[in-house]
């Protein structure tokens, strides 16, 4: 059993920023990746940023440069940092993660329950 909890999101002004967290927990032998994807009303969940292998991370181009990934290994936790937040950005943001949970287990992706951020003025 994995669980991925996130936390920070909320109403924020455009061009304001907010980070968010997100820890997993549980049984956990390794994470193989682990980052953030969004979804916003009527849409399709993307991509937005995670780290997959080693220290290579991979952004969706629309966040590049405001967007901003990082990671305390010892506490199973990402965080994003966003930057210059627009209205288009309002969605609900959501921690994944693929992890094998045991050496008896193949790993698999595990989701968070999502947080939500709104931009709006």
Do not use: H
Not at 18 to 28: F, M, N
Not at 72 to 93: F, R
């Amino acid at each position: 059993q994995v669980q991925l909890v996130e936390s920070g999101g909320g109403l924020v002004q455009p061009g304001g920023s907010l980070r968010l967290s997100c820890a997993a927990s549980g049984s956990i032998f390794v994470i193989n990746a682990m980052g953030w994807y969004r979804q916003a009303p009527g849409k399709q969940r993307e991509l937005v940023a995670v780290f997959t292998s080693g220290d290579d991370t991979n952004y969706a181009d629309a966040m590049k440069g405001r967007f901003t990934i990082s990671r305390d290994n010892p506490k199973n936790t990402v965080y994003l940092q966003m930057n210059s937040l627009q209205p288009e950005d309002t969605a609900v943001y959501y921690c994944n993660a693929n992890v094998r949970p045991n050496r008896l287990s193949l790993a698999r992706d595990f989701w968070g329950q999502g947080t939500q951020v709104t931009v709006s003025s």
